[in-house]
């Protein structure tokens, strides 16, 4: 999981998730509304990101640990 992807894009966020090969790597970035936390996944083999459900129960941790 990378905490601040702020102002990374989904080129560098695809290079990072193939160097550290997970089956998928979170990436952390600044929401919309002030203070939230949008969560992104990519896979090492690429294709752009993962598609996965909301996780509002990490953005909420997240918001207060990160």
């Given at each position: 999981?990378?905490?601040?992807?702020?102002?990374?894009?989904?080129?560098?966020?695809?290079?990072?998730?193939?160097?550290?090969?997970?089956?998928?790597?979170?990436?952390?970035?600044?929401?919309?509304?002030?203070?939230?936390?949008?969560?992104?996944?990519?896979?090492?083999?690429?294709?752009?990101?993962?598609?996965?459900?909301?996780?509002?129960?990490?953005?909420h941790e997240?918001?207060?640990?990160?």
């Open positions: 999981m990378v905490l601040d992807a702020t102002g990374a894009d989904a080129a560098d966020m695809q290079r990072v998730a193939a160097e550290v090969g997970y089956s998928e790597t979170a990436f952390l970035v600044p929401g919309a509304a002030a203070g939230a936390v949008d969560v992104r996944y990519f896979s090492p083999l690429g294709g752009g990101p993962v598609l996965r459900p909301r996780h509002d129960s990490l953005r997240c918001r207060h640990a990160c």
